[in-house]
T-cell receptor, first 116, second 116 residues
Framework: DVKVTQSSRYLVKRTGEKVFLECVQDMDHENMFWYRQDPGLGLRLIYFSYDVKMKEKGDIPEGYSVSREKKERFSLILESASTNQTSMYLC???????????????FGSGTRLTVV | AQTVTQSQPEMSVQEAETVTLSCTYDTSENNYYLFWYKQPPSRQMILVIRQEAYKQQNATENRFSVNFQKAAKSFSLKISDSQLGDTAMYFCAFMKLSGNTGKLIFGQGTTLQVKP
């Protein structure tokens, strides 16, 4: 069974901490994505990566950075966590080319992050 | 920029009845894909159905079907014979073709409650 695994289901961090959210996929997908999900706003794209060490900003990259050192792993980094970053974070992956267009994404189960 | 709008934050339906969830989108693209995702309380996003914009025939997957009106930029989801397990948040999403990376743009979501 193919999977996207997010390391934590729930996380509580203090304001100002550096936070790492980890995502691993076992499908050899080229593309990986980080979204945040907030009530009434749906899912918004933070960053995505189309290859190892390659990344592009999404719609709301401010306050975040990412790292992709290996194809299967995509990390989201909150450099200095703030209370307005309290949210659900979803990681996803997709194959390149027509695979993405045809089958959409495979999602992880999400990390609910609370910044206090 | 593309946008996706789901104007129904919450809906409810009696078990075994039919319900339709609305979705509209805005784009100047001619070739794209549309998706409906389901997110149950487990938080795992599940692909329900997809539609290719260049296909006029509406997609169908068992009890789930879409009404795709390209000129009106409308993409509604019909659930027939609703079951308790259909209780979830449903997201409409748009994917523009962009090289090897298709980025999904999501609507705000509709919470569906199926009542016994």
């Amino acid at each position: 069974d193919v999977k996207v695994t997010q390391s934590s289901r729930y996380l509580v961090k203090r304001t100002g901490e550096k936070v790492f959210l980890e995502c691993v996929q076992d499908m050899d997908h080229e593309n990986m994505f980080w979204y945040r999900q907030d009530p009434g706003l749906g899912l918004r794209l933070i960053y995505f990566s189309y290859d190892v060490k390659m990344k592009e900003k999404g719609d709301i990259p401010e306050g975040y950075s990412v790292s992709r050192e290996k194809k299967e792993r995509f990390s989201l980094i909150l450099e200095s966590a703030s209370t307005n970053q309290t949210s659900m974070y979803l990681c996803a992956s997709s194959p390149a080319g027509r695979g993405a267009h045809s089958y959409g994404y495979t999602f992880g189960s999400g990390t609910r992050l609370t910044v206090v | 920029a593309q946008t996706v709008t789901q104007s129904q934050p919450e809906m409810s339906v009696q078990e075994a009845e039919t319900v339709t969830l609305s979705c509209t989108y805005d784009t100047s693209e001619n070739n794209y894909y549309l998706f409906w995702y389901k997110q149950p309380p487990s938080r795992q996003m599940i692909l329900v159905i997809r539609q290719e914009a260049y296909k006029q025939q509406n997609a169908t997957e068992n009890r789930f079907s879409v009404n795709f009106q390209k000129a009106a930029k409308s993409f509604s989801l019909k659930i027939s014979d609703s079951q308790l397990g259909d209780t979830a948040m449903y997201f409409c999403a748009f994917m523009k073709l962009s090289g090897n990376t298709g980025k999904l743009i999501f609507g705000q979501g509709t919470t569906l409650q199926v009542k016994p």
